[in-house]
């Protein structure tokens, strides 16, 4: 069975950091996407960063201020956030696609599993 774990998430002032990390187990994605997206409430979900390989894709609201990263024999995907701004509050996913697929890594249907989120609230 395929589980993705958040861990990292919490409350932090304006202009702090916050370390988001994503723990699979039940199989490997090393040769896979992985990547974070976020639900503030009353929104839609929205694309954060993806890492596939060494190659790494960032939402326009978070370009500069946050970087994706990932520990294959860990099989675990980090998201460092510097720089929060209150608008970052929502809960974040972890995702990670389970197959091949022409999908682009930005949209939530190019994968298969998610994680059950973890809030990350930025005090203004």
């Not at 998430?9 to 699979?24: E, K, T």
């Not at 990263?69 to 696609?97: G, I, P, W």
């Not at 298969?112 to 990350?120: A, F």
Request: proline share 2%; hydrophobic share 40%; charged share 15%.
């Amino acid at each position: 069975q395929v589980q993705l774990v958040e861990s990292g998430g919490g409350l932090v002032q304006a202009g702090g950091s916050l370390r988001l990390s994503c723990a699979a187990s039940g199989r490997t994605f090393s040769a896979y996407a992985m990547g974070w997206f976020r639900q503030a409430p009353g929104k839609e979900r929205e694309f954060v960063a993806a890492i596939k390989w060494s190659a790494d894709i960032y939402g326009d609201s978070v370009k500069g201020r946050f970087t994706i990263s990932r520990d294959n024999a860990k099989n675990t995907v980090f998201l460092q956030m510097n720089s929060l701004k209150a608008e970052d509050t929502a809960v974040y996913y972890c995702a990670a696609q389970g197959h091949v697929t022409m999908s682009p890594m930005f949209v939530a249907s190019a994968y298969d599993y998610w994680g059950q989120g973890t809030q990350v609230t930025v005090s203004s």
